[in-house]
């Protein structure tokens, strides 16, 4: 089931992987460079593997699914590749290096192929919901990710995970070990499932999640089901073509639609990810001299937070100072790849014109209330429309006019209780071109987005889909991916608590990350939001679990801190002694230490959740 080109997550189910490959009548001999024991040449390279590989490698945005049944292993003739080792061989091939598992019985041999083929290394994680997570932050670091886990209760795990993948476009194959090939059909009853004897329920829960399906339980088209998965999830991450015509008239509109406008604006939104037309925004930004901010969801995406002309992040009500002010009384704007839903909008209180607005999307473009072009390749776009524009800074020159520099917070005693702004103000301190800034939903997203990133500074949040407890698992994904970067996560008490177990999987991969758990007892958010009992947790020991987890394995260090005294010396160690080292820092703040930003989302948010139903 294949969706548009912003959706590119894709599943396939695959069954007798370790059974030999039969060459079917489609094949045509080309060899490919593949390292293993026995010879794969004749029969993996058949399938066109360059090809593959020139046409989709290292995607941006993209999720597929894989089901394998399972069978007993069989012996090889020199000349004998197996399902398995074609599958592993394909996922080196599109950049997968690691692959994110839970093993279970339908797929330990499965198993046994990933393990044999040399380009790739297996992680062994604690649980399928962060295994899932963890190719998330995977496919955020190196362009796509992969995972693999069990038939139905594995694959039912995982899903969340495959599904806020989903809502950002990552490309991520998630490969699930089905039964026996000849149960299919058998009417039998096995375990891992619901004690019917139909097995697609897994599938159709992945149709609405997923660009593509798959089940593989045939050798004769095997071969071709994972190729087709793996390209679909490739594929739907890239571009469409643009159709010269549209696009001419689609740029003479938009440039007209401009040039006359006094104060015009430029705001970067996080499908630009997904149209890779992050540079060609930065490079529009430097010849239009326009104003320009990020949405919340866009932050770290583009690189203009150091250029001369950039206002902040725009987030209606609760945007960084002075932004929201400058791009809602532009008398036009150029949004380039946003997603407006109640988050981004804060509860629909945008204050944008729709008769303003040039909305840019990856495949289309909408000016005001006029015409809209289809078949439009933002990429294009923007770069003939920046041979159009005459230049101007006016709203740049307006907000610089009334732009005041952010305060500092009030010096106080270094022995008080720590407060979340001062913590922040340290963090800031630590950020360089090595490094990359996870933020857990809720809070964090407001105090993360106050942070200026330096150049080559990375930065990634789940703002859309927004499920706590992502941070783990995605800090242990993109750290993998990203072994030249030192993640730093600032992640919740509460959202840890949803997925704590794989920082075990951290200490296994010897990963250096810094994890700050922010301790302020309960959801503070939804408190912000709706408060009640249910939105106050049982406290943990966090330093205590991780070291328990630690056992004395791998390089581990936790602190917990207090006060702004405490947290100096804990970042110089983090930085110096321990700077190889999992720091784990649990810091201590009160419930009601929020953002100022917070407070009013919460109440506009807590508004549209409770708006009365409208008579039909």
Not at 28 to 41: F, G, P, Q, V
Not at 243 to 256: C, H, K, S, T
Not at 263 to 273: D, F, I, S, T, Y
Not at 339 to 360: C, M, P, Q, T, W
Request: with cysteine; glycine share 8%.
């Amino acid at each position: 089931m294949a969706t548009s080109s912003l959706s590119a997550p894709c599943s396939l189910w695959i069954t007798d992987s370790s059974r030999p490959h039969r060459k079917t009548n489609h094949l045509i001999a080309k060899s490919a460079k593949i390292h293993s024991a026995i010879n794969l040449d004749a029969h993996v390279g058949s399938l066109e593997t360059s090809a593959l590989s020139s046409k989709v490698a290292r995607p941006h945005n993209g999720v597929a699914s894989i089901v394998q049944p399972s069978c007993s292993i069989v012996a090889l003739g020199p000349s004998e590749a197996t399902l398995g080792s074609h599958l592993a061989r394909r996922l080196v091939e599109i950049g997968v290096g690691d692959v994110f598992s839970v093993p279970g019985d339908f797929n330990l041999s499965l198993l046994d192929h990933l393990l044999a083929e040399p380009g790739l290394n297996l992680i062994g994680c604690c649980n399928e919901l962060n295994a899932g997570y963890a190719a998330d932050g995977y496919a955020r670091s190196r362009g796509v990710g992969a995972c693999v886990v069990t038939f139905t209760v594995g694959g039912l795990s995982v899903i969340n995970a495959i599904a806020g993948a989903y809502s950002e476009n990552l490309p991520l194959i998630c490969i699930v070990g089905g039964p026996n090939s000849n149960d299919y059909g058998s009417n039998r009853l096995l375990h891992h499932s619901i004690g019917l004897p139909d097995f697609t329920q897994e599938l159709r829960c992945f149709q609405t999640v997923t660009c593509h399906q798959a089940v593989v339980n045939n050798l004769e088209d095997a071969q071709e089901q994972i190729d087709t998965a793996i390209f679909t999830a490739l594929k739907e991450s890239k571009p469409v073509l643009s159709d010269q015509m549209v696009l001419e008239a689609a740029v003479e509109a938009a440039a007209e639609f401009l040039n006359k406008a006094v104060k015009p604006v430029m705001v970067a939104g996080p499908n630009l990810r997904i149209a890779k037309a992050c540079d060609t925004f930065v490079e529009l930004a430097d010849v239009s001299g326009y104003a320009h901010a990020v949405m919340a969801s866009a932050k770290g995406l583009v690189s203009t937070e150091h250029h001369a002309h950039f206002i902040g992040t725009y987030w209606g009500t609760v945007s960084t100072a002075f932004c929201a002010e400058i791009v809602e009384s532009a008398d036009a704007y150029l949004f380039a790849g946003p997603i407006f839903n109640d988050l981004s909008s804060v509860g629909y209180s945008l204050l944008i014109k729709k008769e303003k607005a040039i909305i840019v999307q990856p495949d289309r473009v909408v000016i005001g209330n006029g015409p809209k072009f289809g078949f439009v390749q933002m990429n294009d776009f923007l770069k003939a429309l920046a041979k159009r524009l005459n230049r101007n800074t006016t709203a740049y020159e307006n907000y610089h006019r009334i732009y005041v520099p952010d305060g500092r917070p009030v010096k106080r005693d270094p022995k008080e209780p720590l407060r979340v702004n001062v913590l922040f103000q340290h963090i800031q301190n630590m950020l360089s071109s090595k490094t990359t800034v996870i933020a857990e939903a809720g809070d964090i997203w407001f105090n993360c987005q106050k942070l200026k990133l330096p150049t080559g500074c990375g930065y990634e949040q789940q703002m859309q889909y927004g499920s706590i407890g992502w941070s783990v698992g995605a800090t242990l994904g993109y750290a993998a991916g990203a072994p030249n970067k030192r993640v730093i996560a600032c992640i919740g008490d509460g959202s840890f608590q949803m997925t704590a177990q794989d920082v075990s999987t951290m200490l296994r991969c010897r990963q250096n990350s810094i994890i700050f758990l922010i301790n302020n007892g309960g959801y503070t958010t939804e408190a912000e939001i709706h408060d009640g009992p249910y939105n106050l947790i049982k406290n943990w020991n966090y330093t205590g679990l991780v070291d328990a987890i630690h056992n004395g394995e791998g390089k581990c260090w936790t602190t917990k801190v207090c006060c702004e005294e405490e947290l100096a010396e804990v970042i110089k160690t983090a930085n110096g002694p321990k700077k190889d080292c999992l720091c784990f820092i649990e810091v201590i703040v009160h419930r009601d230490d929020t953002s100022k930003e917070l407070l009013p989302f919460g109440g506009r948010l807590a508004a549209a959740n409770s708006r009365a139903p409208i008579p039909r």
